[in-house]
């Protein structure tokens, strides 16, 4: 596993209190990056991530926000960078999946999907950049989806792979306009991970990936000495080549 020196950093990763967003987190802080844990309704489960944090002898809060409310994530950055400083790296993780067809689905979880997981990366990115550009130097990983180079659509779900597809665009076009600012935004994008709600049938290499096989790219992002990779995406997918989702 990669292990690059973060000290002095300060990281927020969105939906951090369980999940992939929990052992992102993890990772940050054993690097030896202060982690602000973010969490929307889990309020115990993101203190129990906290404490584990600072077993690695860093300084951990927990912040609560709903990312897709503007007003919410203003005071969210606010906080973090009261307790902890300004945030030199930023993981957009929050993400609601629905697998349910379009047409059954309701308009609000309709919309919860989509805003989750585009609106709310753009409010956390757009809040993080002035703190990031004034020092000259930040790092901006999104979580993406393995099929959304393809822009592929399935009518389950559909919301989703717009939204995925909408997230590396935006990591594309925020690559582009940060590269004078001394801030990289790439992304890593899986497919089955080991904690996901639904399995297929056939799994590329017989298994889901691993929360390490997701730690891996992304600390390669996060590593000062990777300030020229901006605008990619990772997949980790197993070899996965989908044809349809």
Known sequence: MLT??????????TGSAKGVGRELLLAI??????????????????EAVAERAREDGVDAATVQADVTDPDEVDALFS???????????????VGAFAPVHWEEMAFDTWRTVLETNLDGTYLCSKRALPGMREAGDG????????????????PKNFPYFVAKTGVLM???????????DGIT?????????????????????????AFADLIQPTLFFLAPDSDYCSGANVEVSGGWLPERV
Not at 79 to 92: H, I, K, S, W
């Open 185 to 209: 935004v790439n992304a890593v994008s899986p497919y089955v991970v080991e904690n996901s709600d639904e399995f297929p049938d056939d799994l590329p290499r017989g298994r889901p990936a």
């Open 170 to 180: 935006f990591t594309r076009m925020l690559a582009a306009d940060t590269a004078d």
């Open 79 to 93: 906080a973090v960078e009261e307790r902890l400083g300004t945030v030199d790296v930023l993981v957009n993780n």
């Open 4 to 13: 690059p020196d973060l000290s002095g950093r300060t990281a927020l990763v």
């Open 29 to 46: 802080a054993a690097c030896g990056a202060d982690v602000a844990v973010h969490y929307r309704t889990s309020d115990a489960a993101a």
């Open 139 to 154: 790092r901006i990983v999104n979580i993406g989806y393995a099929s959304a180079e393809r822009a592929l659509v399935s």
